[in-house]
């Protein structure tokens, strides 16, 4: 049918959880059936033997029935941090910066630089809580009890912090 690897991969990772799990094709068609995305059990077979494409929605709903991320269905299992994640036809990343960039932790490196604000949408740390807005980003960082807003605006950032009680600029 033509995939790519990232489509290869979700397939080949698709039977590889499905079996892990000891779920028959039957069990998973009325799992996505209960979360209001029917596949039925030939069209599952069908994507694990490469027949059957799968769209986003098919991704999403096959990740909350196998109890996985999006990510376990995109990426490889187990990795060697330095082998090659092929990403497209021509984009391959190490495994460990491919599911860190997955994650949201860091860019992908050799890439384009990315603008001041994409970068530090990317670069948030886990402790830190995201609030996406309209036209910023909220960063709350609990452990300084200080907020930052970024605003973003013709593909530049400015970022404002204050401490506890102090106003926002306007």
Not at 3 to 17: A, F, K, Q, S
Not at 96 to 124: D, F, I, K, T
Request: a negative charge.
């Amino acid at each position: 049918m033509g995939y790519g690897p990232t489509g290869e991969r979700v397939r080949t990772r698709l039977v590889e959880l499905r079996t892990e799990r000891n779920i028959t094709l039957r069990e998973l068609s009325a799992r996505l059936a209960e979360l209001g995305r029917p596949i039925l059990a030939n069209g599952i077979s069908k994507i694990e033997m490469g027949e059957r494409r799968v769209d986003v929605d098919d991704l999403m709903a096959l990740a909350i029935a196998l109890d996985v991320t999006p990510n376990a269905l995109l990426l490889p299992a187990e990795h060697d941090e330095h082998a090659d994640v092929a990403l497209t036809s021509g984009t391959a990343l190490p495994a460990g910066e491919a599911w860190r960039w997955a994650a949201g932790e860091q860019p992908p490196s050799g890439q384009p630089q990315l603008n001041q604000a994409r970068q530090a949408r990317l670069l948030v740390k886990s402790d830190t809580t995201v609030i996406p807005q309209t036209r910023g980003l909220f960063i709350g960082d609990a452990a300084a009890c200080n907020i930052a807003l970024l605003f973003v605006a013709d593909s530049a950032a400015v970022t404002f912090a204050r401490s506890p009680g102090t106003p926002l600029p306007s």
